[in-house]
């Protein structure tokens, strides 16, 4: 992996990274927003700490562990992966709740449009925030865009040690098992 200086790191901030997507995937990972190292390298969840590739073989999605640069293999496997805010920054604390409201009305937009099976937001705090659910808990959610599903997963950050790998792939497990169950039903 790539090793960049604070200033490279730096750089990078504010710098939008581009979705992942194609229409009608059967799910569209949504992140919170592109961390620093993120943007810096192009590829969504670089950072090292961040468990969402790892989570996701575990859970079944890949047929073996992806690493962030091949994230082009997605869409054809049915996933993308898009953000709520679009703007790098070191941490999330750093959003504005107006980013995160905004981010939110984008998205809707952009699941509209692509028409996923499933949007599965990871992080429920951004979730609560961008739709303006306060109770809002990882799992199924009651809100529909078109024809979309929605679910929340939690946060694959290094720093939400809240979560295990393990812990985590379980609810992506499940999230999956609700993708292939709607392409049996529907």
């Avoid at 990871?122 to 109770?135: E, I, L, N, Q």
Wanted: proline residues 6%; contains cysteine.
């Amino acid at each position: 992996m790539t090793r960049f200086t604070r200033a490279e790191l730096e750089a990078a901030r504010d710098r939008p990274v581009p979705d992942v997507v194609a229409d009608g995937l059967r799910v569209l990972f949504c992140g919170i927003n592109p961390g620093l190292m993120t943007a810096a390298t192009g590829h969504h969840f670089a950072r090292p700490g961040n468990r969402f590739w790892p989570v996701l073989h575990l859970s079944g999605f890949t047929p073996r562990l992806l690493l962030p640069a091949e994230q082009s293999v997605l869409p054809t496997l049915g996933l993308g992966i898009t953000n709520v805010v679009a703007r790098a920054t070191a941490r999330a604390d750093e959003l504005t709740t107006e980013e995160y409201r905004e981010g939110g009305r984008i998205l809707r937009d952009k699941v509209e449009r692509l028409r996923p099976r499933l949007l599965a937001v990871v992080g429920v705090t951004a979730y609560r925030t961008a739709f303006g659910d306060r109770r809002a808990v990882v799992g199924p959610q009651e809100l529909r865009i078109g024809s979309s599903r929605v679910w929340v997963l939690p946060n694959p950050s290094g720093l939400n040690a809240h979560w295990t790998a393990a812990t985590m792939a379980e609810e992506f497990r499940r999230l999956r098992e609700a993708a292939e169950d709607g392409a049996r039903t529907g």
